[in-house]
């Protein structure tokens, strides 16, 4: 069975097969030109209608008036649009969102406005009373059953200011930690990924227009760690494939890179599958079953957020990690080397190679088809590797693999 896999190439399979096994059967660093265009492109998008088209911010962040009464034992007809209706009857214009918050006896509706004056506020007030009859805490029909606040536009305008403060801290603590676990190439490229989750996600909301609440700041910072998570994984096992590469010639940095990735792209799927499960139960059950909004908000940044994490860390992290590892002149000529040594190969076995391993079968597997390719390239017809290391049997020339009949 070896030697098939030896002769045949990389284990065949379907998709799921091949990403079990995990032996780099998908080539995600050799196509990162590809991943970049389509990164880039869509960040263009996102940055346009974040520039072109704003954010529909909540009123926690424009300011205004908050107005609330209970919604058991009111009339049938109080719907969102009926309830919007007799607001904008009262003072004039719409309000911002009428919504169902709460579920059973303590479930309650909830009206954003503009800011109101005070006898705009008595006028709302009045006029939903005498439509819809809330009852207060005895049962009856009760006008103090209707509560209005009103919200501050700095208040919003200080929760802003606290999360970019918190989103400065996180990034630089962030790089110091990868620069000093990883190295400074390694922090780099993370960086970069999580101000591409940031900006796909702010994005998101800007194009489809979601309310952006302070539930979403809140999880549009859960997010990042969760990103991070999922990068370090990947970089963790690109560090151990590394190790004393530079005194190699089997794989470049960018081949033991891609390996790295198709080893932890099973566990990276998995992770976010299980991540995104229980954000689907929230925004379901959540906004569906018990109607409140404010967890629309927090589930929908989340949704979007690990979804960008998970393709970032896999098509754009490491990819950056490659390109800006091979700026080192030694990983350059390391390549250089690699390239060498399969020229070598490509017309017969190289005596002089210190580090053939003819057991490691589906890592010599993946250097057989390269040396086919350069073979065919050249025009040189192609040979299997012979073993003529002394104290081996057929040492005049054993052939490692078995050929197809």
């Not at 490659?322 to 017309?347: E, I, N, P, S």
């Not at 050249?378 to 050929?403: E, L, S, W, Y």
């Given at each position: 069975m070896a030697q098939a896999r030896v002769e045949s190439g990389a284990p065949r399979g379907n998709v799921f097969a091949r990403l079990y096994t995990g032996t780099g059967a998908f080539d995600i660093v050799g196509r990162r030109k590809r991943w970049y265009q389509i990164f880039g492109m869509f960040l263009l998008i996102c940055i346009a209608s974040m520039v072109f088209k704003g954010f529909n911010l909540s009123i926690d962040f424009e300011g205004g008036s908050r107005i609330q009464f209970p919604a058991v034992g009111i009339s049938a007809d109080a719907t969102n649009e009926r309830?919007?209706?007799?607001?904008?009857?009262a003072v004039g214009r719409e309000p911002a969102s009428v919504q169902r918050v709460g579920t059973g006896a303590a479930e309650a509706v909830l009206v954003r406005t503009e800011t109101l004056t005070a006898q705009q506020a008595v006028q709302v007030k009045q006029a939903l009373f005498d439509a819809f009859q809330p009852r207060g805490q005895n049962g009856q029909p009760s006008i103090s059953a209707i509560s209005d606040d009103a919200v501050s536009s700095s208040w919003g305008g200080e929760i802003t200011t606290q999360a970019l403060i918190a989103l400065a801290v996180f990034m630089v603590l962030v790089s110091v930690f990868l620069a000093f676990y990883f190295e400074r190439d390694?922090?780099?490229?993370?960086?970069?990924?999580?101000?591409?989750d940031l900006i796909v996600t702010a994005g998101v909301y800007?194009?489809?227009?979601?309310?952006?609440?302070?539930?979403?700041?809140?999880?549009?910072?859960?997010?990042?760690?969760?990103?991070?998570?999922?990068?370090?994984?990947?970089?963790d096992k690109v560090k151990e494939n590394g190790r004393g590469l530079l005194g190699l010639t089997r794989r470049t940095y960018g081949e033991s890179a891609n390996l790295a990735l198709n080893q932890t792209l099973m566990r990276s799927i998995n992770t976010s599958l299980i991540a995104v499960l229980p954000v689907l139960g929230l925004l379901v059950v959540g906004v569906g079953v018990l109607g409140v909004g404010t967890l629309a908000d927090l589930a929908l940044v989340q949704m979007v957020g690990i979804l960008a994490g998970a393709l970032s860390s896999i098509f754009l992290a490491t990819p950056i990690?490659?390109?800006?590892?091979?700026?080192?002149?030694?990983?350059?000529?390391?390549?250089?080397?690699?390239?060498?040594?399969?020229?070598?190969?490509?017309?017969?076995?190289?005596?002089?190679?210190?580090?053939?391993?003819?057991?490691?079968?589906?890592?010599l597997s993946g250097e057989l088809r390269r040396e086919r390719a350069l073979a065919?390239?050249?025009?040189?017809?192609?040979?299997?590797?012979?073993?003529?290391?002394?104290?081996?049997?057929?040492?005049?020339?054993?052939?490692?693999?078995?050929?197809r009949r």
């Open positions: 309830i919007g209706e007799v607001v904008a009857q390694m922090a780099i490229a993370a960086v970069v990924a999580l101000a591409h800007s194009m489809v227009g979601f309310e952006v609440s302070p539930s979403t700041v809140i999880g549009l910072l859960t997010i990042l760690g969760f990103s991070l998570y999922d990068t370090v994984v990947v970089f990690l490659v390109d800006l590892k091979m700026r080192d002149k030694r990983y350059r000529q390391q390549a250089a080397k690699v390239a060498q040594r399969r020229a070598k190969m490509a017309g017969g076995f190289d005596p002089d190679a210190e580090d053939v391993d003819l057991t490691d079968d589906d890592a065919a390239a050249a025009g040189i017809p192609h040979r299997a590797p012979v073993d003529r290391r002394p104290g081996r049997p057929g040492m005049g020339g054993r052939p490692t693999g078995k050929r």
